[in-house]
């Protein structure tokens, strides 16, 4: 079926560190991916989204490509914040459905 | 610019008692979606509907009940609750066909504990 494997955390960096998060996806047909960021005691929100291959979602800072071949959808940001500290989940769309990562929690520290 | 809304916000239940989590949304989204958000497992999907009168089962759709008689709201429905539902439940709305697309809008959670 259809599933999202996500880089496991928690991950600790200094402020204007590189960050990536990997993702990978298994889906039947021609999925959107996304990436959605949850702050502490808050709902998911998107923070961005690619819908066919060699798309680029962009947002904040924060990059993603949608490489059909290698079935990924890396996360990446040139130099974290503090403010980025937040649990991130990658997440495909097959139509009716979404799929989430499990998560990955990042910590900035000044 | 409410969104979507939940009630309540944390909730203690004993084994065996039920109770309804509540899920409003004011944009007239067709979509609406129940989690569960387990620690390190992500989030699972309990039961969509994909308008008034229509609901289906998602991912762990098992001690729980749903309705849609409306477009605005989509209760969740736990009949004897059980330690194993102690988690924290989100509510979300999309409308693929509208100008928001796919994008999926959460509300801020309900954190339930059974004991």
């Known amino acids: 079926g259809d599933s999202v494997t996500q880089m496991e955390g928690p991950v600790t960096l200094s402020e204007e560190a590189f960050l990536t998060i990997n993702c990978t996806y298994t889906a039947t047909g021609y999925p959107s991916l996304f990436w959605y960021v949850q702050y502490p005691g808050e709902g998911l929100q998107l923070l961005l989204k690619?819908?066919?291959?060699?798309d680029k979602g962009s947002n904040k800072g924060f990059e993603a490509t949608y490489r059909k071949e290698t079935t990924s959808f890396h996360l990446e940001k040139g130099s974290v914040q503090v403010s980025d500290s937040a649990v991130y989940f990658c997440?495909?769309?097959?139509?009716?459905?979404?799929?989430f990562g499990t998560g990955t929690s990042l910590t900035v520290i000044p | 610019n409410a969104g979507v809304t939940q009630t309540p916000k944390f909730r203690i239940l004993k084994i065996g008692q039920s109770m309804t989590l509540q899920c409003t949304q004011d944009m007239n989204h067709n979509y609406m979606y129940w989690y569960r958000q387990d620690p390190g497992m992500g989030l699972k999907l309990i039961y969509y509907?994909?308008?008034?009168?229509?609901?289906d089962k998602g991912e762990v759709p098992n001690g729980y009940n749903v309705s849609r008689s409306t477009t605005e709201d989509f209760p969740l429905r736990l009949e004897l609750a059980a330690p194993s539902q102690t988690s924290v439940y989100f509510c979300?709305?999309?409308?693929?066909?509208?100008?928001?697309?796919?994008?999926?809008?959460f509300g801020s959670g309900t954190q339930l504990s059974v004991l």
């Open positions: 979300a709305s999309s409308s693929p066909g509208g100008p928001t697309g796919e994008k999926l809008f």
């Open positions: 509907s994909v308008g008034a009168g229509i609901t």
């Open positions: 997440a495909l769309n097959t139509g009716n459905q979404f799929y």
């Open positions: 690619a819908t066919k291959a060699d």
